[in-house]
Each structure stands twice: as structure tokens, then as C-alpha cells.
């Protein structure tokens, strides 16, 4: 390589830098409020949460200014629209988490916020890389931080999930490294781009290919606690603090399927002589019956919604099997309403649990009580079962359109199962969403107690159920944004 070739490569990678202002601000940033933290100790819990905020919407503003597609620093990164998209949804998603209600604890604690922002810049990261390799770092900086997290209700039941969480984790991430390291040794390469020219080309690689895939799929099956490995997601679910549950029950879920159907399609794994989709689809069977079943004798509202978010990995996955635009806007379409739906379930189990009501059967009568808190509840749980009037239904509907629409074009069998079984799963959802309902309204309890909220819980509640009644009835407001996407790199 000549010095002027060098120079340029250096000049180019210096120029690069530009498209990365939002990710260097939230580094900046979290420093920053390391720094808060030294000076103001485990105080000022409302200056370090508004200093937060306002760092969200300064990489908010970084965002909108960094505009620049396509690849970067020797084709490491890849910007693209679905980028632009996704990292204003995963800083509004942090923002709503830094002021649950049962937070005060938590967010006097600067480290807290450090390690917060550190999951949104690992998420940020893994929906922009180019590089397996790459890949793999964001995914352990969003895994590490989260195992911190979990424990921070600091007691002996919260370390007990950390280390399961832990360990599991470690399994996943250790069987993903020698996939990674298989699909370099077949391949020669861990761009993704170039993986998907190798695969054009050489499709025969016997078995090898197959096995390096599923390691690497533990990976992303664990972060999407999909079946078999969804072991750890109750018992983490149920012990960590509840905004931090709710925030990775969110983010590390909705980057990792958005740089997975980026992966699926700039990769052209339809080619390879394995049928990966139909182990998905028996994945997303298992997930739904295993998710939604033991959701049904759950009476601890945390654990109950573990096995719900099992479930719905399972809905989402639908969009990676389908694997064409119309699938891919469908997932994305599902993963913006799921967070919003997910964020106010936690936020009002939360709000009731500040409260001192800790199981299902403690909302008895509660509906009847506060009628406004009661509706906005039974609003974001009949979004969750995917009935109408709400985004819980588009969303549901979208996915089970776009996979028809696949078996009308491909006519694989296990395309009807997956359908059949999808709706079915729907069904058996309802017994235990409802359940909240039905003990908010219509149970009632002799032990009445009073309840105290907050304008600023009000103001929330009502805002996230805004936001999923208003992707039901202005639904096209989001899918024309969507349909302006390539899908391809």
C-alpha cells in the first residue's frame, strides 16, 4: 500500500467521524454525569434525571443533523433510514423509562444513569454495524450493563436473577463466538456484505455453514429470550427493578430484530441449502404456546408479562421468516407498537406497585376506585392481547397479512401451521390480559386502600395510551414513513 493510498484511507476514516455525532454525544454526555455523580454522591436525584434528559435531546438533535447513508470507516458501519428511525424511538424509550414512578432510588444514583445510556448506545451500535465482529462487542456491552442493572434493587433475590442472567448469558455469548468464528473460517470474511457475495457464489458447504449459523442464532435467540432460551426471562423479570426491566424488554430486543432482518436480507441466506426459516418458525411456535400458557397461571404481574414477551418474540420473528420489505415493515411496525405497549404496562405495574399492590388479586377493585387509571390500564392490556380499537390489533394484523401473503407466494406447509397456531396463541393471550381488567372492575375487594398518583403519572399513563389508540386509528402515519424504506442495505 503506497503513503498516499494511506493517507487517503487515513483522511476518509478522520471524515467518517462526522456520522457518528450522536453516538460520540452520548458518550461525552454519559461521562459527564459520571462526573455529577462525584460531585453531587447519591443526591440530587431531579438534577441528574433533567441533566439526562436533556443529554436525550441533544442526541436527539445530533440525529436529525446526521444524515448521511450508506457505509463508513471501511464499510465497518451502514447507515440507513431504518437507523434514522430507530434511534429516535430508542432515546424516546429511554427518556419515558428515566421518570417511572418507583425510579427515585435509582435515579439518584449517577452510575445508574451511565449504565442506562450505555444500552442505548450498545442498541444504537448493533443496528448500524457492518461487521460481525462489531456486532458482537455492542451485543456484550448491551448484555454486561444489563446484568448490572437487574441487580439494583440490591437485595438477595435481585443477585440470585443477575447471576442466572449471567450465566445464561455467558453460554449464549460463548457458543455465539465460535459461530462467528466457524462463518469467518468458511467464508473468510465477517462483513456482511461480503458474507452475502461468498453465499452467491458458494452455497455447498455441507453441514459446516448450517452449524456456524445456529451458534450465531443462540445469540440472538437468547436477547429475544425466544425458546429454548427464554429460562432466564421470569425469574429476571420478577426480581429487577421494574423501569429497568422495562427498558430491556424494549430496546435490546427491537436492535437486535432490526439488525437481524437487515442481516437476513443482505446476506441472501435463502440461498444456502438449509431450511433456517423452518427452525425459526418451530422457534416461534414454542415461543407463543410456552410464553402464553404459563402466562396463564402467573399471579405476579412482572412474571406474567415475561411469559407475554416470550410470546410476542415469538409474533416478531414471523417478520425475519417472511424476510421480504413487507415483512421487515410489518416487524418494525409491531416492534414501535410493543414498545410503547410495554412501557405502560410496566409503568402502571410499577405505579401500582409504589402503591404497595404486588400481585394481580391486590387490584381488586382499584379500576372502580380511580376510573382514569383503570381505563388507560385496560386500554394498554387489550393492546397487548391485539384487539382493537388499539395498535396491538394493526400490528398483529400486519404480521399475519405479510406471512399469507409469503405462503401464497412460497406454499411451504409449515407457513399454515405457523399461521394457524399464530391465531391461536392470539386466543389464549386474552385469559390472562384480561385478567387485570377483570380484577380492576369487576372483582371486588373488603380491603380498600387509598391510592395516591402523581399529575406527572397521569400525564404518562395518558400519553403512551394515546400513542397506541393513535397507531390504530392513524396507523398510516407510521406505515408511510415505513414504506419509504430500501430494506437493502
Known sequence: MSLSSLNDQIQAIIGDFGVLLPEATLILGSFALIILQLILKDKGASVKTVSSLFLLGLISLSVSTSSNYGTCFNGLLSLSPITGLAKPFFILVTGFVLLFPKGEDLLKRGEYHFLLLMILLGSMLVIE????????????????????????????????????????????????????????????????????????????????????LVLFFVGIWFKLSLAPMHIWSPDVYEAGPTPVVAYISILPKAAVLIFFGQFVINTGLDLIDFDWKLVFAGLALASMFIGNLSALSQSNAKRMMAYSSIAHSGMLIIGIIVGNAFGIQSMLFYIIVYGFMNLGAFYVIDLFKKQGFEKIEDLSGLGRQVPWLGVCTVVIMIALAGLPPTGGFTAKLLMFTSLWEYYQTEGQSYLVWLFGFGLLNTAISLFYYLKIPYYLFVHSSENKKEINFSIKDGTIVAIIMFLVLLSFFKADLLLNVLNQFNFAL
Open 129 to 212: 454495524v457492518n461487521n460481525l465482529l462489531l456486532f458482537y462487542l455492542a451485543l456484550e456491552l448491551i448484555s454486561i450493563t444489563s446484568y448490572i442493572l437487574i441487580t439494583f434493587n440490591f437485595d438477595k433475590k435481585g443477585f440470585e436473577a443477575g447471576i442466572k442472567y449471567l450465566l445464561f448469558g455467558a453460554m449464549a455469548s460463548g457458543l455465539m463466538l465460535y459461530g462467528l468464528s466457524l462463518i469467518y473460517g468458511l467464508t473468510g470474511t465477517l462483513q456482511i456484505d461480503q458474507i452475502g457475495l461468498f453465499l452467491a457464489q458458494e452455497t455447498d458447504l455441507g453441514l459446516w455453514l448450517p452449524l456456524a
